[in-house]
């Protein structure tokens, strides 16, 4: 069964103390993995698509890694601003063309204190 | 770019009535739009995949009956919930994929359903 877990649940930072989020995941055929960024009450927000092992994306404070059998969003130096729930997903079923739903973990909810 | 929509951003509505809610992409056209139902708390459970033109594919446990959706052209689509009851009450959240081919799906601001 195609799954995917985020860890950890919660994680407090203080700010400019940098971490990494992990999201693990199985699926049958990898088609992409999605980083996304929900802020309450809000529908999420696209950050990152990452395809291949050994693929990095980076935006502002954000960096993004894929393994085959994980992922991390680094965040350097943080900001109060940039405390929010995270996102992971996973799309699968690589040979079937019609098949473009994603698979969410159920995200790391990030507080970052000044 | 890749900006979606929904209307309304919340509603409350009686047990048994109906309510619509729909989604647009604003700047682009979509072949794909999905709906979610996220909980409190909880990740995002994704109810129906919809193609322009199509009968929308339901998952597993989700009743067509209930939740209709109408996908009638390459920018909206809408949920409408008929006979709402109170555990309808949730998050509802949109997703559209463009034709061009790209993987990303973009997401609109949800719509919160108070059933009362």
């Known amino acids: 069964e195609d799954q995917v877990t985020q860890s950890p649940e919660a994680l407090r930072l203080q700010e400019g103390e940098s971490s990494s989020l992990n999201c693990s995941y199985t699926v049958s055929g990898l088609r992409g993995l999605f980083w996304y960024r929900q802020d309450p009450g809000k529908g999420p927000e696209f950050l990152f698509t990452l395809y291949s092992a050994g693929e990095e994306k980076e935006k502002e404070r954000l960096k993004a890694t894929l393994t085959k059998k994980e992922s991390f969003l680094h965040i350097t130096a943080p900001k109060p601003e940039d405390s929010a729930t995270y996102l992971c997903a996973v799309q699968a079923n690589l040979f079937d063309q019609a098949g473009t739903a994603l698979i969410f973990g159920k995200g790391t909810t990030l507080s970052v204190s000044s | 770019g890749a900006v979606v929509s929904q209307h309304p951003s919340w509603v409350i509505c009686k047990s048994g009535t109906s309510v619509k809610i729909e989604c647009r992409s604003l700047d682009f056209q979509a072949t794909t739009m999905f709906w979610y139902r996220q909980f409190p708390k909880q990740s995002l459970m994704l109810m129906a995949t919809?193609?322009?033109?199509?009968?929308?594919?339901?998952e597993q446990g989700v009743e067509k009956d209930k939740f209709l959706i109408n996908h009638a052209s390459l920018t909206l689509s809408t949920l409408t919930v008929t006979s709402a009851h109170p555990e309808d009450s949730s998050f509802y959240i949109c997703s559209a994929k463009s034709r061009t081919g790209r993987t990303e799906q973009y997401f609109g601001p949800g719509t919160r359903l108070t059933v009362t």
């Open positions: 919809s193609n322009e033109g199509s009968k929308a594919t339901y």
